[in-house]
Every structure is written in structure tokens, then in C-alpha cells.
């Protein structure tokens, strides 16, 4: 079974500090993608990565799928209130199916 | 354009009703999927869909039936509502499998009691 364990589950940080959230499996993925949650709302895709080693940025995002890719890493540079969510990774698993993680909840406060 | 949408926003059932949530989409994507999230847990997939016609069951199906008569049209019907069926569901589409984005709908919030 493919399971995929983000770390950690619950941040809380202030404005303008910078964090790194995990995405960590013992299984390879052929692709990896990055949700974010808002309440009362479906997750929405940030990125996806395909290559292990990839690094993809996004604005203040930058998101790296491990060499092996059976791992990833979001980091978020200088953190605003407005990426408050839940962050999901989302594994394509080997019947092309994605494979979720729990999600880290995310809090910035002003 | 509308997206995926879904109905209803919330809903209570007493133990042992039945009921349908719909899930339309607009984009013309063959790929449909239906999902449940509960705390702490991350999205499961109940049942999916690679076409009008065809549909297969996810990682957690019992207590669940889906038709696709339709691309647009992805309805879940839980019968005989049990406590453990208490949980958002999520409805999403996508172009294909894989690392394709999945678009997702706004939600049903399901409480059994």
C-alpha cells in the first residue's frame, strides 16, 4: 500500500517568517502534486512535479521532488496571512490514482 | 464558467436514510471522481469514473453506489446511512489520470445521526 506522511501536521507562524512542510513516502510516485485548501472549499492545485529533482517556483512557493521521488518539499519564503490553508500532497499512484497525505494546516498570523 | 459544482451544501440523515449527491461538471472531462475527507485523514477515494458508462470503485466503496449516465453527471448514493458515513465529500474531475490537475467542487458536509 502507498502511503504518503506530511510533517508537519499543524503550523502556526508569524507574518514574514519563512517554513518548509514535508511530503514523505517509502514508495516512488511517478508525479507529485501540491494542493492548497481553503474552509468550505475543495483543495486547488499549486503545482506538479514529474522529474525527480525538480524544483518548481512559484512567486514565493518553491516546491522540490526528491531525487528518488518518493519525498517532497514545500517551502514558502517570507510568509503572508493570505497563505493561511491546508496544504495536500497528492501522489499518482502505480494504477495512475492519486495517493493523498493528511495535509498540514497552516496559520499566519499578522 | 461554473466548474464542478455540487449539491447539497450540507445535509443531517438519521440512520438508515438514503440520499443522492450530485456532482456536475462543465468542462467536458471525462474523468470523474468522488472523495471523502474526514479530520486528520486526507481525501479517499470512494468511486471513480473514466467515462459515461464506466465506473470502478476506489480505496473505500462500501455504502456507496455511483452511475455515470452522462459526462457531465457523477451522482453518489449512500443507502442505509451509517455514523462512520459522516464526513465532507468531495466531488473533481480532471482531463486524464495522472499527473493531471484535478478540479474539485465546493463540498457536501454529511452528518449521520
Known amino acids: 500500500t502507498q502511503l504518503l506522511e506530511q510533517s508537519p501536521q499543524f503550523l502556526s507562524i508569524q507574518e514574514g517568517e519563512n517554513l518548509t512542510v514535508y511530503c514523505n513516502s517509502s514508495?516512488?510516485?511517478?508525479?507529485l502534486q501540491w494542493y492548497r485548501q481553503e474552509p468550505g472549499e475543495g483543495p486547488v492545485l499549486l503545482v506538479t512535479?514529474?522529474?525527480g529533482g525538480e524544483v518548481k517556483k512559484l512567486k514565493r512557493l518553491t516546491f522540490q521532488f526528491g531525487d528518488a521521488r518518493k519525498d517532497s518539499s514545500l517551502h514558502i519564503t517570507a510568509a503572508q496571512p493570505g497563505d493561511t490553508g491546508l496544504y495536500l500532497c497528492a501522489g499518482e499512484g502505480s494504477n495512475y490514482q492519486l495517493i493523498w497525505g493528511a495535509g498540514t494546516k497552516l496559520i499566519i498570523k499578522p | 464558467n461554473a466548474g464542478v459544482t455540487q449539491t447539497p451544501k450540507f445535509r443531517i440523515l438519521k440512520i438508515g436514510q438514503s440520499m443522492t449527491l450530485q456532482c456536475t461538471q462543465d468542462m467536458n472531462h471525462n474523468y470523474m471522481y468522488w472523495y471523502r475527507q474526514d479530520p486528520g485523514m486526507g481525501l479517499k477515494l470512494i468511486y471513480y469514473s473514466v467515462g459515461a458508462g464506466i465506473t470502478d470503485k476506489g480505496e473505500v466503496p462500501n455504502g456507496y453506489n455511483v452511475s455515470r449516465s452522462t459526462t457531465e453527471d457523477f451522482p453518489l448514493r449512500l443507502e442505509l446511512a451509517a455514523p462512520s458515513q459522516t464526513s465532507v465529500y468531495f466531488c473533481a474531475s480532471s482531463f486524464r489520470e495522472g499527473p493531471y490537475e484535478q478540479y474539485f467542487g465546493p463540498g457536501t458536509r454529511l452528518t449521520v445521526t
Open positions: 512535479v514529474v522529474t
Open positions: 514508495s516512488v510516485f511517478s508525479s
